[in-house]
Structure formats: structure tokens, C-alpha cells
């Protein structure tokens, strides 16, 4: 019975080793760099604003020479400055996405086969939530103070009053739809070099704070809320005695915001960084 069961043991170890083998060799693990950009109400939808830096890790299992799944890590900071003279709104926000896509290269890629390229464009689309916080800088005139105040507790456009029940505060996670393009490089077998571009579409429109209308200084000061109304019109900044009126555009809430990630990204293969774990034994 004992032998039978140490057959059955080193069975299973054989095959898991195998398995983890297998596993290992469709495995690249890497680091990111490069820049991150908002697109939305304050930069006039353009789709490249004020590039801030950012970096990720990912994690990719490649099934085939075309197909494969990442998950990645992506951490950064984006801002803008209005383009409108009248309504002087500015933000900036720190941002933590995690997501996981689909990747397909229109090449046949690889290692360790003739037949495979050393290189080839590729696409990916995916999907991802992140969490980001936006913020005004405002020095107080009289005290001299200059801070940074978050923006959502603030409810800037009326978000959680009475006076417009539709409008409840937004949430700071968020789900994001990443897809792009890219180009790799197979380095060596065991070292891969990406770069990519890829845009996250978002489903809310306060990435800036800033998506309806004005809802007036008398509202925001009427619910004890000083800072709201100082930093919910700022026209008066740059034009003294301009104050925009209750339902004038404040943002445009057809559109939501967008942000974009491009990045340099070097992988190695999980085989030459962990492969040497399987031939360790534990010695008395």
C-alpha cells in the first residue's frame, strides 16, 4: 500500500511539474513606462491634452503565436487647465487602474520556432475598473493659504441637494473599456519590447468634476458649503464681476470623459524567472 501511494505521489509531482513547466514557458511578466492624458470638457475633447507621467507591471499568458491574455497594473496622474476664459476650472487627479484584455498579433510571433517573427504589430481591448479623485488648487486671497481641496465631497454642481435630486454625487470607482494598438519586439527568447497606445472609454463624466450645469452661489452657500460655491465659479478670478448664471453650461454631460495611456513595456519570460524554483530540492 505504501509503495502504491509514493507511485501515486510521484505521479502527481511529475505532472505538476510538467503542468507548472507548461505554464511557465506561455508566461511574460514586465514593467511600464511612459505617459498618461485626460480627454474631456476641460481640454475641448481633444484627444491629446496635458501628458503627466505613469508606469504599470503586466502580467500576459500567451495561448498561441496570436492570441493571449494580460492582466496589468497602471498607475498614474492626469490634469488640465480650461480653455475657456469664463469659466477658469482646473483639476487634477491621481488615477490606480487594474484590468484584463485580449491581445491578438497580426503576426505569428514567438520564440524557438523558424516559422515565428521577431516582431509584429498587435491590437487589444479589454476591460478594467480605476479609481481617481479630482482636485482644485485655490490660495485664499486674505489668508494666504494655497491648497488642494477634493473636489466630489464638494458637490460642485449641486450633487446630493434637494434643489436637483437627479444629482447624486459620483462614484470614485469607475469602469473603463482600455483598447489600442501596439508594436513588440522579441529582444531575445526570453526578453520582449512593447510599445503601445491605448485610449480608456469611461462611463462617467467627472473625471474632471465638471459635466452639467451651474447651480449658483446662493445653493452651494445655502447648504453650508463655502469652498463649493468659491470653487464651482471661478470666472471671477480672471474676469472681476463675472458670475456665471444658474443653468448656464457648466460641461458638456452628451460626452463622458476619456483617458489615454501610452507606455514602453519590457517583459521576460516567467521560464527564466522562475523556471530555476522547479530543480530546487530541500535538503535535511
Known amino acids: 500500500m505504501k509503495k502504491h501511494s509514493f507511485?501515486?505521489?510521484?505521479?502527481?509531482?511529475?505532472?505538476?511539474?510538467?503542468?507548472?513547466?507548461?505554464?511557465?514557458?506561455?508566461?511574460e511578466l514586465g514593467l511600464s513606462f511612459g505617459g498618461m492624458n485626460y480627454i474631456g470638457d476641460l481640454n475641448n475633447q481633444s484627444m491629446f491634452g496635458q501628458v503627466n507621467m505613469a508606469g504599470?507591471?503586466?502580467?500576459?499568458?500567451?495561448f498561441d503565436s496570436r492570441w493571449a491574455l494580460a492582466f496589468t497594473g497602471t498607475y498614474g496622474h492626469i490634469?488640465?487647465?480650461?480653455?475657456?476664459?469664463?469659466?477658469?476650472l482646473s483639476f487634477r487627479s491621481t488615477l490606480a487602474?487594474?484590468?484584463?484584455?485580449?491581445e491578438f498579433n497580426f503576426f505569428p510571433y514567438g520564440a524557438h520556432k523558424a516559422t515565428l517573427k521577431r516582431s509584429t504589430p498587435y491590437i487589444f481591448a479589454g476591460v478594467g475598473f480605476f479609481k481617481?479623485?479630482?482636485?482644485?488648487?485655490?490660495?485664499?486671497?486674505?489668508?494666504?493659504s494655497v491648497l488642494w481641496y477634493d473636489l466630489q465631497p464638494l458637490g460642485t454642481e449641486g450633487q446630493g441637494s434637494a434643489t436637483y435630486?437627479?444629482?447624486?454625487?459620483?462614484?470614485?470607482?469607475?469602469?473603463?473599456?482600455?483598447?489600442?494598438?501596439?508594436?513588440?519586439?522579441?529582444?531575445s527568447d526570453n526578453m520582449h519590447v512593447t510599445v503601445e497606445y491605448g485610449w480608456r472609454r469611461t462611463w462617467t463624466d467627472y473625471l474632471d468634476d465638471v459635466s452639467t450645469t451651474?447651480?449658483?452661489s446662493d445653493l452651494l452657500n445655502g447648504q453650508g458649503n463655502s469652498m463649493a460655491a468659491t470653487l464651482a465659479d471661478r470666472s471671477s478670478e480672471v474676469l472681476p464681476g463675472y458670475v456665471n448664471g444658474v443653468g448656464v453650461k457648466r460641461g458638456d454631460d452628451a460626452l463622458d470623459d476619456w483617458y489615454s495611456y501610452f507606455c514602453l513595456t519590457v517583459t521576460f519570460s516567467a521560464e527564466m524567472l522562475f523556471g530555476w524554483m522547479r530543480g530546487r530540492t530541500c535538503e535535511l
Not at 13 to 26: K, R, V
Not at 132 to 144: E, H, I, K, R, V
Request: glycine share 8%; with cysteine; proline share 5%.
Open 7 to 27: 507511485l501515486l505521489l510521484l505521479l502527481l509531482m511529475t505532472a505538476f511539474s510538467s503542468a507548472a513547466q507548461t505554464f511557465l514557458s506561455h508566461c
Open 56 to 62: 504599470g507591471v503586466a502580467a500576459r499568458y500567451k
Open 79 to 88: 490634469e488640465s487647465t480650461d480653455y475657456i476664459a469664463r469659466r477658469n
Open 97 to 102: 487602474e487594474v484590468g484584463a484584455r485580449v
Open 132 to 144: 481617481f479623485n479630482p482636485q482644485a488648487l485655490y490660495a485664499d486671497p486674505t489668508g494666504g
Open 165 to 187: 435630486p437627479d444629482r447624486q454625487k459620483y462614484k470614485l470607482v469607475e469602469v473603463s473599456m482600455p483598447f489600442g494598438i501596439g508594436y513588440r519586439w522579441r529582444v
Open 214 to 216: 451651474y447651480v449658483g
